[in-house]
T-cell receptor
Framework: GQQLNQSPQSMFIQEGEDVSMNCTSS?????WLWYKQDPGEGPVLLIA?????ELTSNGRLTAQFGITRKDSFLNISASIPSDVGIYFC???????????FGPGTRLSVLP | GAGVSQSPRYKVTKRGQDVALRCDPI?????LYWYRQALGQGPEFLTY????????KSGLPNDRFSAERPEGSISTLTIQRTEQRDSAMYRC?????????????FGPGTRLTVL
C-alpha cells in the first residue's frame, strides 16, 4: 500500500532555532496536510497544500508542496517550548481516496 | 463550538468481549472518519461516512470490526470478540463537507486495552 516516510524521526533543538522536516512518498500525491499532535490529544491541522510548488505559511510555520508532488516540507522558525509534539504529514493520492499518514517527527525543544 | 468528542476515553476489556466506541462529530459536519493509531505511529484509516452512508470501509482490519452512523450524526465503531492486537488508540474525525480534501478535525480518541 501507499506509505509515507518522515524525517527526521525525532529531533532535539534549542529554543529559538529553526526546524525543518520533510515527508516523502514513492507515489504522487495531490494534497498534503501537516498536523501537530500534543500528548494525549488528537492531531490538529496546521497547514493544507493543494498545488505542486505551493508555499503556505501559518504564523511561524511554513510548508511547501514539493514540485515532484512526491514530497512536502515543513519549517518552523524561532522555535518555542510549545512547539514540542509530534508532527504528522498526510497525503491524498487522488481526490476521493483516503489520506495516508506518515509515522511522524517527534520534536523536542530544549530551553 | 464544541469539537469532536469520543467516549469512553479509556476502555479496558477482556479478550473475547465486544466493545462499542462512540464518536460525536462537530455539529453540522457531514463526513465522519474512523482511524486507529498505534503508539508512535500516524493514524491509520479504517472507514468513513458521508451523512449516514458508509462510503469506504476498506481500512477495517477484518469482519470483527463494523461501524454505523444511522442518523448521520453520532457514529459507533464496534469490535466483536476483541483480541489483544486490537489494543490501540481509536480516533474519530469529522469534516464539514464531503470532499476528502476537506479539513478533518480529530477527537481526543478512545484508548482501548484488551487484556
Amino acid at each position: 500500500g501507499q506509505q509515507l516516510n518522515q524525517s527526521p524521526q525525532s529531533m532535539f533543538i534549542q529554543e529559538g532555532e529553526d526546524v525543518s522536516m520533510n515527508c516523502t512518498s514513492s507515489s504522487i500525491f495531490n494534497t498534503w496536510l501537516w498536523y501537530k499532535q500534543d500528548p494525549g490529544e488528537g492531531p490538529v491541522l496546521l497547514i493544507a497544500l493543494y498545488k505542486a510548488g505551493e508555499l503556505t505559511s501559518n504564523g511561524r510555520l511554513t510548508a511547501q508542496f514539493g514540485i515532484t508532488r512526491k514530497d512536502s516540507f515543513l519549517n518552523i522558525s524561532a522555535s518555542i517550548p510549545s512547539d514540542v509534539g509530534i508532527y504528522f504529514c498526510a497525503g491524498q493520492r487522488t481526490y476521493g481516496q483516503n489520506f495516508v499518514f506518515g509515522p511522524g517527527t517527534r520534536l523536542s525543544v530544549l530551553p | 463550538g464544541a469539537g469532536v468528542s469520543q467516549s469512553p476515553r479509556y476502555k479496558v476489556t477482556k479478550r473475547g468481549q465486544d466493545v462499542a466506541l462512540r464518536c460525536d462529530p462537530i455539529s453540522g459536519h457531514v463526513s465522519l472518519y474512523w482511524y486507529r493509531q498505534a503508539l508512535g505511529q500516524g493514524p491509520e484509516f479504517l472507514t468513513y461516512f458521508n451523512y449516514e452512508a458508509q462510503q469506504d470501509k476498506s481500512g477495517l482490519p477484518n469482519d470483527r470490526f463494523s461501524a454505523e452512523r444511522p442518523e448521520g450524526s453520532i457514529s459507533t465503531l464496534t469490535i466483536q470478540r476483541t483480541e489483544q492486537r486490537d489494543s490501540a488508540m481509536y480516533r474519530c474525525a469529522s469534516s464539514l463537507r464531503t470532499s476528502r480534501a476537506d479539513t478533518q478535525y480529530f477527537g481526543p480518541g478512545t484508548r482501548l486495552t484488551v487484556l
